[in-house]
């Protein structure tokens, strides 16, 4: 039942309450609920207040309901956690409901319109469960460099459950067939593949924007339309984004959540710009604009229509162009163009301003004007319009900072371990400093996690240290915290700030652009080196609280040297390098060379890059199908212009077809064409290397050195990690590729990882030989009061680790 239909229904429920007899299973003089059947529908709500009371209607198979506002439930002391309160519908196997506070007015209801399908059902903090939370076993969230990240488009990678396949409005102009919507994967389909993920040797895992969307192909999930609520096509009537956490948590996997703060999709956001409401009687109903989005009265009132009917044939442009001008204020841009310069000057690019229309933009919760940066490439994507579907928020505005850290806060409370932050380098880092950073950190410590870690996406597409000569572009620049205390004292934090206050925190953001970005005057760091081959404590003093991913490896890694040398030029920029992502490509871009399609480098150069991803500092992560070099060469992404199929998001689950059981990480039973997966060559090196990583805590967490009193090599580096407390002391020389040799290193046994070959050193010098492009060597120190290995780690029969 869709929105509308359910408060219609209440509403004629209340307006007959006192006149019409009730249609229900139980008597209406029942004020408290038979809980005595133990078939059908169970539920508990978890209150610490008031009694709830549940109003329900259209069950099947036998249709009964309830007068508004429902009957009173039974506490249940019984039950841990100590505030659960208890119905049961007998004979029931579907049913519609809601929770209200027992009084007769529409301001009782304490829950939005649910269902529920047979089985038992826990509801607490606004979100369905499948078991008492207050049962789970305690999660530990660990420190995510210990991980691997497996990266997934979650539509793109295997569907669990096809009744909610779904095509996006535009799948047609893409030729996506009903046998391939663009909404197709989803959690079930994760869950059922955790295994095979795990398998490979990954134990965490990146997906995709959960939030629910809205535009013509947003199968992805960067065009948000409610940063607060799971889009309902990926979750299945029993099976939630949380019962999905708790999954992956019971296997020992971590979910990083996919999360976008500077911008919305052009079809409004519930909170900041509420142009419509999502409504639909079933699922299908989502793959048609008109059956699902339902125009506000703003929206009407503003195309001067008075139906949804009227505003769907008005033309498209027409249609798009008051959408962004309710948003944003298009038509109050007076300075939007006066400023093409290299650095940024007070001009009036995105400034919040007193709308001469109260419907447009009224509280300056976006960037006003319509102007659209045509250059990703500079300052001005900071404020302004990057593309159609990227509606630019008002980062600068307190209150927009607010409802974005609550709206994500509610995601770490369902257990969520990191985020990777979208298109971090569109916001500036002051603003993130001053009302985003420290405010999800402190959100994550008080849903429990200590070790919380989200990493950006600063998009550098270039091979320099430094991004086209500009500190404040570049991805390192945003790991680094304030050194000047005045921009805090100068900075407005409160929610209803004025357009003037709006605009001074900007005004600040050009001052701190113009001051900061000058190469040559930009901190370093010693957090990712060695001092000589002795392992120091981080200095995080300065840390923003934010990562990165490594463009500038990922960019070079047409091959491992290149990608090697300019992460060693780039470290000391870094807070620390030990916490950067690395990969070689994405849902958006390969290495330069290729850089719009699936790496295509060869198999024995992939090989080497994941060689260096495994061993050198910073947190592995591969993106689906890499392992079986998936849609090698074929252009990654092309909107709605050609079949999915044809792209590099293809759909993946036709290589996990067949059944995997993972016994440990790279351990597994597999049959059917998923067997076939994960024996391709890439696959068994992929599940030796994370095997190899797991077993070193210096490939983890390790400072590393490759100075020449310790290190003569191509690619070849000392990594060490040291906790006392831990009792660990993890020593690992590495040398990939060619020969290296190692001096003045502690005597006693090395054994090499990847073979199981021992050398006992006892001049402090250890020496290997050139292994051959894909190979390498990894000698841990296995001496007295080393943290060492038994001999050879991971799946044997490989093709390149050998």
Same mark, same amino acid.
């Given at each position: 039942?869709?929105?509308?239909?359910?408060?219609?229904?209440?509403?004629?429920?209340?307006?007959?309450?006192? !006149?019409?007899?009730?249609?229900? @299973?139980?008597?209406?003089?029942?004020?408290?609920?038979?809980?005595?059947?133990?078939?059908?529908?169970?539920?508990?709500?978890?209150?610490?207040?008031?009694?709830? =009371?549940?109003?329900?209607?259209?069950?099947?198979?036998?249709?009964?309901?309830?007068?508004?506002?429902?009957?009173?439930?039974?506490?249940?002391?019984?039950?841990?956690?100590?505030?659960?309160?208890?119905?049961? /519908? @007998?004979?029931?196997?579907?049913?519609?409901?809601?929770?209200?506070?027992?009084?007769?007015?529409?301001?009782?209801?304490?829950?939005?319109?649910?269902?529920?399908?047979?089985?038992?059902?826990?509801?607490?903090?606004?979100?369905?469960?499948?078991?008492?939370?207050?049962?789970?076993?305690?999660?530990?969230?660990?420190?995510?460099?210990?991980?691997?990240?497996?990266?997934?488009?979650?539509?793109?990678?295997?569907?669990?459950?096809?009744?909610?396949?779904?095509?996006?409005?535009?799948?047609?102009? #893409?030729?996506?067939?009903?046998?391939?919507?663009?909404?197709?994967?989803?959690?079930?389909?994760? +869950?059922?593949?955790?295994?095979?993920?795990?398998?490979?040797?990954? !134990?965490?895992?990146?997906?995709?924007?959960?939030?629910?969307?809205?535009?013509?192909?947003?199968?992805?999930?960067?065009?948000?339309? %409610? &940063? !607060?609520?799971?889009?309902?096509?990926?979750?299945?009537?029993?099976?939630?984004?949380?019962?999905?956490?708790?999954?992956?948590?019971?296997?020992?996997?971590?979910?990083?959540?996919?999360?976008?703060?500077?911008?919305?999709?052009?079809?409004?956001?519930?909170?900041? +710009?509420?142009? /419509?409401?999502?409504?639909?009687?079933?699922?299908?109903?989502?793959?048609?604009?008109?059956?699902?989005?339902?125009?506000?009265?703003?929206?009407?009132?503003?195309?001067?229509?008075?139906?949804?009917?009227?505003?769907?044939?008005?033309?498209?442009?027409?249609?798009?162009?008051?959408?962004?001008?309710?948003?944003?204020?298009?038509?109050? +841009?007076?300075?939007?163009?006066?400023?093409?310069?290299? =650095?940024?000057?007070?001009?009036?690019?995105?400034?919040?301003?007193?709308?001469?229309?109260?419907?447009?933009?009224?509280?300056?919760?976006?960037?006003?004007?319509?102007?659209?940066?045509?250059?990703?490439?500079?300052?001005?994507?900071?404020?302004?319009?990057?593309?159609?579907?990227?509606?630019?928020?008002?980062?600068?505005?307190?209150?927009?900072?607010?409802?974005?850290?609550?709206?994500?806060?509610?995601?770490?409370?369902?257990?969520?371990?990191?985020?990777?932050?979208?298109?971090?380098?569109?916001?500036?880092?002051?603003?993130?400093?001053?009302?985003?950073?420290?405010?999800?950190?402190?959100?994550?410590?008080?849903?429990?996690?200590?070790? &919380?870690?989200?990493?950006?996406?600063?998009?550098?597409?270039?091979?320099?240290?430094?991004?086209?000569?500009?500190?404040?572009?570049?991805?390192?620049?945003?790991?680094?915290?304030?050194?000047?205390?005045?921009?805090?004292?100068?900075?407005?934090?409160?929610?209803? #700030?004025?357009?003037?206050?709006?605009?001074?925190?900007?005004?600040?953001? /050009?001052?701190?652009?113009?001051?900061?970005?000058?190469?040559?005057?930009?901190?370093?760091?010693?957090?990712?080196?060695?001092?000589?081959?002795?392992?120091?404590?981080?200095?995080?003093?300065?840390?923003?609280?934010?990562?990165?991913?490594?463009?500038?490896?990922?960019?070079?890694?047409?091959?491992?040297?290149?990608?090697?040398?300019?992460?060693?030029?780039?470290?000391? =920029?870094?807070?620390?390098?030990?916490?950067?992502?690395?990969?070689?490509?994405?849902?958006?871009?390969?290495?330069?060379?290729?850089?719009?399609?699936?790496?295509?480098?060869?198999?024995?150069?992939?090989?080497?890059?994941?060689?260096?991803? &495994?061993?050198?500092?910073?947190?592995?992560?591969?993106?689906?199908?890499?392992?079986?070099?998936?849609?090698?060469?074929?252009?990654?992404?092309?909107?709605?212009?050609?079949?999915?199929?044809?792209?590099?998001?293809?759909?993946?689950?036709?290589?996990?077809?067949?059944?995997?059981?993972?016994? %440990?990480?790279?351990?597994?039973?597999?049959?059917?064409?998923?067997?076939?997966?994960?024996?391709?060559?890439?696959?068994?090196?992929?599940?030796?290397?994370?095997?190899?990583?797991?077993?070193?805590?210096?490939?983890?967490?390790?400072?590393?050195?490759?100075?020449?009193?310790?290190?003569?090599?191509?690619?070849?580096?000392?990594?060490?990690?040291?906790?006392?407390?831990?009792?660990?002391?993890?020593?690992?020389?590495?040398?990939?590729?060619?020969?290296?040799? &190692?001096?003045?290193?502690?005597?006693?046994?090395?054994?090499?990882?990847?073979?199981?070959?021992?050398?006992?050193?006892?001049?402090?010098?250890?020496?290997?030989?050139?292994?051959?492009?894909?190979?390498?060597?990894? =000698?841990?120190?296995?001496?007295?009061?080393?943290?060492?290995?038994?001999?050879?780690?991971?799946?044997?029969?490989?093709?390149?680790?050998?």
């Amino acid at each position: 039942m869709n929105t509308f239909k359910k408060i219609a229904a209440i509403m004629l429920a209340v307006m007959m309450m006192v !006149s019409v007899a009730v249609i229900s @299973a139980t008597a209406t003089s029942t004020d408290v609920a038979d809980t005595a059947a133990d078939t059908g529908i169970t539920i508990h709500y978890e209150s610490e207040d008031a009694v709830p =009371y549940v109003y329900y209607w259209n069950a099947l198979p036998q249709d009964i309901e309830t007068a508004y506002p429902g009957v009173k439930m039974t506490k249940d002391p019984t039950l841990k956690g100590g505030n659960w309160y208890t119905y049961t /519908f @007998a004979d029931v196997e579907k049913i519609n409901l809601l929770f209200t506070d027992g009084s007769k007015t529409l301001d009782g209801q304490i829950s939005t319109e649910t269902s529920r399908t047979t089985g038992e059902w826990w509801y607490a903090n606004g979100r369905w469960k499948n078991s008492n939370y207050h049962d789970r076993p305690d999660y530990d969230f660990s420190d995510l460099r210990e991980d691997s990240i497996y990266f997934v488009i979650t539509t793109r990678f295997y569907d669990g459950d096809t009744g909610n396949n779904i095509h996006c409005w535009d799948d047609q102009k #893409a030729n996506n067939p009903d046998s391939d919507p663009a909404w197709r994967g989803d959690f079930r389909g994760l +869950a059922d593949k955790l295994d095979y993920i795990k398998a490979l040797g990954f !134990s965490a895992i990146w997906i995709t924007p959960v939030v629910e969307n809205a535009s013509g192909y947003d199968y992805h999930g960067y065009h948000a339309m %409610d &940063f !607060s609520k799971v889009d309902v096509r990926y979750e299945s009537d029993n099976y939630t984004y949380e019962d999905f956490i708790e999954e992956a948590h019971s296997k020992g996997m971590k979910i990083i959540q996919d999360v976008v703060w500077p911008h919305t999709g052009n079809f409004g956001e519930a909170y900041l +710009a509420p142009l /419509f409401t999502k409504e639909y009687d079933d699922y299908q109903d989502l793959a048609n604009i008109e059956k699902c989005m339902v125009p506000t009265k703003t929206l009407l009132d503003y195309n001067n229509v008075s139906s949804a009917a009227e505003y769907y044939a008005l033309k498209p442009q027409q249609q798009y162009d008051s959408r962004l001008n309710l948003m944003k204020n298009t038509s109050s +841009a007076a300075g939007a163009n006066n400023s093409t310069g290299t =650095y940024p000057d007070q001009s009036d690019y995105g400034m919040a301003k007193v709308s001469t229309d109260p419907n447009c933009n009224p509280n300056n919760y976006y960037h006003t004007g319509y102007f659209q940066s045509l250059n990703w490439d500079d300052w001005t994507c900071k404020f302004c319009q990057i593309a159609g579907d990227c509606v630019d928020l008002n980062t600068e505005n307190p209150a927009v900072a607010k409802y974005i850290v609550d709206a994500y806060s509610n995601y770490l409370e369902m257990g969520v371990d990191g985020f990777r932050v979208d298109t971090v380098r569109h916001i500036s880092r002051l603003s993130l400093n001053m009302m985003y950073n420290d405010q999800i950190n402190a959100a994550a410590k008080k849903a429990g996690n200590d070790n &919380f870690y989200m990493f950006g996406e600063i998009c550098c597409r270039y091979s320099q240290v430094w991004y086209r000569d500009h500190a404040c572009e570049s991805a390192q620049f945003y790991t680094w915290d304030e050194s000047d205390a005045s921009y805090k004292s100068k900075w407005t934090f409160d929610v209803n #700030a004025t357009p003037e206050q709006i605009n001074e925190n900007m005004n600040l953001t /050009f001052d701190h652009y113009n001051e900061f970005d000058n190469v040559n005057n930009q901190p370093t760091s010693d957090n990712a080196f060695l001092n000589g081959i002795t392992y120091h404590t981080p200095d995080y003093s300065q840390s923003s609280g934010m990562g990165a991913i490594d463009f500038q490896m990922h960019w070079c890694f047409d091959d491992a040297n290149g990608a090697f040398g300019v992460g060693k030029a780039s470290d000391k =920029y870094y807070n620390d390098s030990t916490w950067n992502v690395t990969y070689v490509e994405s849902h958006d871009y390969a290495p330069d060379r290729g850089q719009g399609n699936r790496f295509a480098g060869g198999t024995q150069t992939w090989a080497e890059n994941l060689n260096l991803m &495994f061993t050198f500092r910073g947190i592995p992560c591969l993106y689906y199908g890499g392992e079986v070099e998936f849609q090698k060469g074929v252009q990654i992404d092309v909107g709605p212009n050609a079949p999915l199929a044809e792209t590099g998001r293809a759909y993946f689950g036709d290589y996990l077809e067949g059944t995997v059981t993972a016994t %440990d990480f790279s351990e597994y039973k597999a049959t059917g064409t998923v067997a076939d997966t994960l024996n391709y060559p890439l696959a068994k090196h992929i599940q030796k290397l994370n095997a190899i990583r797991r077993a070193i805590p210096a490939l983890q967490k390790g400072q590393y050195t490759v100075s020449s009193n310790y290190v003569s090599g191509n690619m070849a580096y000392i990594r060490r990690y040291t906790d006392a407390a831990e009792g660990i002391d993890s020593l690992a020389l590495v040398a990939l590729t060619d020969g290296a040799t &190692f001096k003045n290193i502690p005597n006693g046994k090395y054994i090499d990882a990847v073979t199981g070959d021992i050398k006992n050193v006892t001049d402090g010098t250890l020496s290997v030989s050139a292994t051959g492009k894909g190979n390498m060597r990894v =000698y841990v120190c296995c001496a007295s009061g080393f943290t060492g290995i038994e001999g050879a780690v991971g799946p044997a029969g490989q093709t390149y680790l050998k």
